[in-house]
């Protein structure tokens, strides 16, 4: 494919106005001297004059306001909020030669002409600062409005101007200029001139841009004062000073907001890759668990978090402690403890008359029984037996409190977990009632059904025939097909001919008429008049065939309309097909059983897809990742995610949300896995083939439905709908559009089985570890503390540029990251933050392969931006194009234009209005760092 680069030139001016005398001609407009010739010719003789006149041309003097179509991008966009300081504002219009169409000066150097437009931008007055104009209302409405400029304004040399205009084109690499003016000529419309303003902004600032006359002619034409001034070649102001405090009009202007300093490149620079070290643990005190267990003084033990540090290991204790370590006995004693308490939830007692007698005790419940198929059974506390997640976590008080938290969680929520159960129970209500029915229905035609099964084959064939087209007999022929292309004429078949058929046979039988059985005169090749048949006689098969024998193709008629008649297929078969997608939620393994009936009422449960790590952050960001407040400003550094807490507290969730539904007589049984989902899947980016399977889901068919009704046939296909969603500048429909797709596509993401945290509780294997379940995402957990790896970030990038692309490639063979085009790019699968200034992301590898990765942060650029780096204070610009910064104009002042101050560098090029177009505009950036330096040691 060949590659588009940008083509930029200094200016461009098309038409009479290139032939205009300009210099020596002073008035209000050019003039441009026509010198014609005319000949006229009659039969004796021809007449020749020449004719000389001024044409006078339009000049500034004669504008009183430009068309907003002209104008096809600003930039920023209007009221943005968070404009980067580094960048320059700018107005782009369609025609190429619009800035300098009615321009009247040159540069001294006659190199460049100045466009008879300027664009400043001007403080807006505020609470916090004082502004640098005041807009005017005119008093003749058919003119421009006006502002007047403040005496402390900050204003640009006009005479300068000129350096901040330029041309624009997209075009193919390697062209010549010939070729590049052209191609302008010849397709004007994909040509820009754009006009930039250089002025350096103020963090955190309201500013007004304002289009404004470079010449004083126009200036006056726009404020009435037509006639005032003769020479054309004058300015609005000749030097800055000269401006402040004028009236001056204005044709067209837009506000807008700068954020906090820095530009990507800058904040991203500032990152260090940093060792995160002992972290994912806080002291909890068990001296005192209660329930009358003995006190322990000083039992502190390490309770774990969501996330924890590489460096992180497991406290000794429980099933995780050697028998020969110190604290063994201790722990043996608790989890004996343990066990009696647990177990005395429901004890049985020998009366003195022999009864036996059921005592139910309160007790701390016996997290996650139900999905271990072990509901009121004893706890096992054999100091041999070290896996089985059940006794694990109930045995050991750092889990136990991990599951408390989700027990929490419900019992906060329980009145909207309740309603939202509720509501989605309607939908499944109206399928078992179809079910219902369904069986209803099966009942009564298998009853009719054995009567069929008795009748003779006559019977069954004439019965069937009205239903013959509909039955099949081969995969794609049906019985009335099958009939249709027999030697038996076809009207045989039909029905009325059979009733006739009938009748003939009874009146036969009454008057004792035997028909001929064999006979010379009937033979295959007969045929009756008047009959038609639709295959050729037997007489006319081909030799070597052996034509079907008529009894056994009439058998298997009778018996395949048998089978087709069946209410298996009749009924069941359609309706379990019909209500197959509810089927796929019923999810625990005591539902799956042969022996159950095919239409058996779809036993459900309610699931919430709210990740769930958003509440223990708002509990506290301790449950998180204890340890926050040591990570420095500007910290890029590396952690795991603990699977073992997460499940803990996982089964603690379902498990009270299961005690709830029974409580309030929910229709369900207690094995439901009604949450699980732990972190953010939603920043997951979908591919080709996820596109296509999101296209086919309910929610996608909702969403085409809902943006039909409300914006028409525009976007009456999802393709359409997707392509709102990449556009570089969207309009509001197409911003509304956008933002309804994303939401619809991040509730997919949440409700999709792959990108689920935890397996359904009812599938897990008794004899795994906490951790050790395996998950049914990309990163499969087939082994021991397989925790996924996390990224932390901490620092003002990704407050600024929260759409800042992040991933990981592989390193080449010398080193280097594989940035190649195809390239393999390994994305988060989840996200989280932590405010105010703390984010992390999951990727689906493991610690021991961090080495072989770097982490590539990547600036998303949609659009074209123009401005200068921002040079940290502690660092020397360097003296590159890429490396062009404020920091070489040592004589800027504090938020003022670039007023004929030249650069330290490019001191040559500095007078070429493309070059500097070139060199300010700002190209994407891709910050990589190893992963093996945020490793530990």
Known sequence: MTQRVNYFLPYMRQGLATLAE??????????????????????????????????????????????????????????????????????????????????????????????????????????????????????????????????????????????????????????????????????????????????????????????????????????????????????????????????????????????????????????????????????????????????????????????????????????????????????????????????????????????????????????????????????????????????????????????????????????????????????????????????????ISNNMFKRLEKMKPNNVFKMALPVKNKIAFEPEKTIGAVLSSSTITNKLTNVKTQKFLFKMKSAQVKSGFKPIVNSSLVNLSFKVSGLRSSVTSAAATPSGTVAEPVEKTFSEIIDKTILALNPKKTIELRIKNRVSNFRNIEKTKVIKSNSEDELHPVKWYPEFHRPMYHFLREMSQEYILPGLENVPQNTVGLLQTNRRFIEAFMVGLNHEMASELLWREFPTDQRGSYFRSFWDTTIYSMDDNEKKAFRETEIASKLLDDIRKKHGTNYNTLEKIEATYVVAEPNETEKEISDVYENAVEKWLLTRDEDKDINRLSEWDKNNRLGDNPVPGKFNNQQENQNQLVLLIRGELLQKFSNTLIYLVKKTTDGKPDLTQNALRTHPVFEGEMPPDIVFLGFPIRKEEAAEYFVIFEERMTELRFGLDETPEDSIPGTGENDFSWQHFQELPAEGYLNGIRPSIFTEQWNNAAFIAKVMMQKQVRAAIKLEELLPG
């Not at 075009?171 to 003016?181: H, K, L, R, Y």
């Not at 989605?424 to 219902?436: C, M, R």
Request: hydrophobic residues 35%; charged residues 25%.
């Open 22 to 443: 300009n210099e020596n001609v002073v008035g209000q407009r050019m003039i441009v001297p026509v010198k014609l010739t005319l000949t006229a010719t009659d039969k004796d003789s021809t007449k020749t004059e020449v004719v000389e006149k001024n044409i006078t041309l339009f000049g500034p003097g004669d504008v009183m306001g430009i068309d907003r179509n002209v104008i096809s991008r600003l930039a920023p966009s209007p009221n943005t909020n968070n404009f980067e300081t580094s960048l320059v504002p700018f107005i782009e219009f369609s025609g190429p030669d619009f800035l300098w169409r009615f321009s009247s000066l040159q540069t001294t150097d006659k190199n460049n002409w100045i466009p008879w437009l300027a664009l400043i931008v001007l403080k807006t007055e505020n609470r916090d600062e004082e502004g640098e104009f005041e807009k005017i209302q005119n008093s003749n409405k058919e003119l421009p409005p006006q502002i007047q400029l403040k005496p402390t304004a900050i204003l640009p040399d006009l005479k300068e101007s000129w350096r901040w205009a330029h041309v624009h084109k997209l075009d193919t690499e390697g062209i010549s200029a010939g070729q590049i003016a052209n191609s302008i000529k010849i397709a004007t419309q994909k040509t820009v001139c754009r006009l930039l303003c250089p002025r350096k902004l103020k963090p955190q600032t309201r500013y007004n841009a304002f289009l404004i006359p470079t010449f004083k002619i126009g200036a006056e034409a726009a404020t009435g004062n037509i006639g005032e001034t003769e020479d054309r070649r004058l300015l609005t102001w000749e030097t800055p000073a000269d401006g402040a405090g004028k009236i001056v009009p204005y044709y067209f202007d837009w506000e807008f907001s700068t954020g906090t300093g820095g530009d990507f490149e800058n904040l991203v620079r500032k990152l260090k890759p940093r060792d995160l070290e002992n972290m994912g643990t806080r002291a909890i005190d068990c001296s005192n668990p209660g329930y009358g267990m003995q006190e322990d003084t000083g039992l502190v033990l390490q309770m774990e978090a969501a996330l924890k540090s590489l460096d992180t290991g497991v406290q000794p204790w429980g099933m995780d402690i050697a028998t020969d370590s110190p604290d063994a006995t201790v722990s043996k004693q608790k989890q004996e403890a343990l066990t009696h308490l647990l177990n005395k939830r429901k004890e049985i007692i020998q009366k003195e008359n022999g009864q036996k007698e059921t005592r139910l005790r309160v007790a701390p419940p016996v997290y996650g029984e139900w999905y271990a198929f072990r509901e009121g059974k004893p706890i096992n506390n054999d100091p041999q037996n070290t896996n089985g997640w059940l006794e694990e976590l109930n045995l050991d008080f750092r889990h136990r409190a991990a599951a408390g938290l989700g027990v929490q969680f419900v019992k906060e929520n329980q009145e909207k977990l309740m309603k939202a159960a509720w509501e989605q129970l309607s939908k499944v209500q109206e399928v078992n009632q179809e079910l219902n029915l369904g069986r209803f229905g099966r009942e």
